[in-house]
């Protein structure tokens, strides 16, 4: 049991994270669904190669949409009760992260597209749990978002 003004770590520095997330999407385009799509990892590979890129801000974009759309779905466990999918729909359709990483995908599929528009854009997060030192490499998990009809 913690004391009444129990102080973490966090209050001098953030705890490590635990797991890396990032986020990935695909969109269904000309009749047909493309690949997953993970920006971060060429945006993390064009920040390590050169420090002072603009990459390292595109980098942190894609790291923060992904943070706040997994921390909008830590808040969906914690404060649902009756877990349908209906009310899961709803919850993400009015979520500020959710419509943020929506809008993030379709720009992200803009930049490569020869003006070709989605009709439909599914995001989800690539959650890879961080290895302790010496320890073997997990799989990643999942967290898959409502398909958003774009048009």
């Given at each position: 049991m913690a004391p009444q003004f129990h102080q973490t770590w966090s209050l001098f520095a953030p705890d490590p994270p635990t797991v890396e997330k990032s986020i990935e999407f695909r969109v269904f385009a000309q009749g047909?669904?493309?690949?997953?799509?993970?920006?971060?990892a060429?945006?993390?590979?064009a920040h390590d190669a050169f420090r002072l890129s603009?990459?390292?801000?595109?980098?942190?974009?894609?790291?923060n949409v992904a943070w706040r759309l997994w921390n909008d779905h830590q808040r969906w466990e914690d404060l649902s009760k009756n877990r349908t999918e209906h009310k899961r729909t709803s919850f993400f359709e009015r979520s500020r992260a959710y419509q943020g990483a929506i809008h993030y995908a379709g720009a992200r599929f803009r930049e490569g597209a020869e003006?070709?528009?989605?009709?439909?854009?599914?995001?989800?997060i690539r959650l890879i749990p961080v290895p302790p030192p010496g320890g073997a490499e997990a799989s990643p998990e999942f967290l898959r978002f409502p398909v958003y009809a774009a048009r």
């Amino acid at each position: 049991m913690a004391p009444q003004f129990h102080q973490t770590w966090s209050l001098f520095a953030p705890d490590p994270p635990t797991v890396e997330k990032s986020i990935e999407f695909r969109v269904f385009a000309q009749g047909e669904w493309r690949g997953w799509s993970d920006p971060g990892a060429e945006l993390l590979e064009a920040h390590d190669a050169f420090r002072l890129s603009q990459a390292s801000i595109l980098f942190r974009i894609n790291q923060n949409v992904a943070w706040r759309l997994w921390n909008d779905h830590q808040r969906w466990e914690d404060l649902s009760k009756n877990r349908t999918e209906h009310k899961r729909t709803s919850f993400f359709e009015r979520s500020r992260a959710y419509q943020g990483a929506i809008h993030y995908a379709g720009a992200r599929f803009r930049e490569g597209a020869e003006e070709v528009l989605p009709d439909s854009i599914e995001v989800r997060i690539r959650l890879i749990p961080v290895p302790p030192p010496g320890g073997a490499e997990a799989s990643p998990e999942f967290l898959r978002f409502p398909v958003y009809a774009a048009r």
